[in-house]
T-cell receptor, first 113, second 114 residues
């Protein structure tokens, strides 16, 4: 089944403790992206990657890092999480940059206390 | 001003009603327009897309784009309880600009009650 897999689905952590949210897609998609979803603000892009070793900032990149060492994987790293990073996170992929058909993962609900 | 504005609702309708969901946008460079549906505890899934002004129909769903007014709509006919979800409009400039970033509306929460 073609899908984007995120882990974990739920995570509660403490301020300052580094964490990684994994994302993997099995569709050989070139383009991958991370979004956060907050009430009243909708989905906002954090980082994106057009291909292996090519990443760039989205609209809200502060406090986040990403890497794209393999085509299928695009982990999101929070080096020192803070409470304002409490949110619902989605990884998405598409065939290529500019394609309309994004496939989203099921989301990771992160709480930073 | 946000680039894409969407009434967050919530919208509650009886089964069988016609539902109208709307978004306005300010960036005239947007060329591709999409509607995503998001069920509770799930990621958004693509419902419909279009890249020109006019109407596009798919079963009970009709997407409408008016580029001159910078206004898009999604109509749901004969709404069903299974249509209860959050509906997100999204749009993007043509490929080669802004690296394929979708700009989303805030989402409208729809509940269809039996």
């Amino acid at each position: 089944e073609a899908q984007v897999t995120q882990n974990p689905r739920y995570l509660i952590t403490v301020t300052g403790k580094k964490l990684t949210v994994t994302c993997s897609q099995n569709m050989n998609h070139e383009y991958m992206s991370w979004y956060r979803q907050d009430p009243g603000l909708g989905l906002r892009q954090i980082y994106y990657s057009m291909n292996v070793e090519v990443t760039d900032k989205g609209d809200v990149p502060e406090g986040y890092k990403v890497s794209r060492k393999e085509k299928r994987n695009f982990p999101l790293i929070l080096e020192s999480p803070s409470p304002n990073q409490t949110s619902l996170y989605f990884c998405a992929s598409s065939i290529r940059q500019g394609h309309y058909g994004y496939t989203f993962g099921s989301g990771t609900r992160l709480t930073v206390v | 001003q946000k680039e894409v504005e969407q009434d967050p609702g919530p919208l509650s309708v009886p089964e069988g009603a016609i539902v109208s969901l709307n978004c306005t946008y300010s960036n005239s460079a947007f060329q591709y327009f999409m509607w995503y549906r998001q069920y509770s505890r799930k990621g958004p899934e693509l419902l419909m897309y279009t890249y020109s002004s006019g109407n596009k129909e798919d079963g009970r769903f009709t997407a409408q784009v008016d580029k001159s007014s910078k206004y898009i709509s999604l109509f749901i006919r004969d709404s069903q309880p299974s249509d209860s979800a959050t509906y997100l409009c999204a749009m993007t400039p043509p490929p080669g600009t802004s690296y394929g970033k979708l700009t989303f509306g805030q989402g409208t929460i729809l509940t269809v009650h039996p």
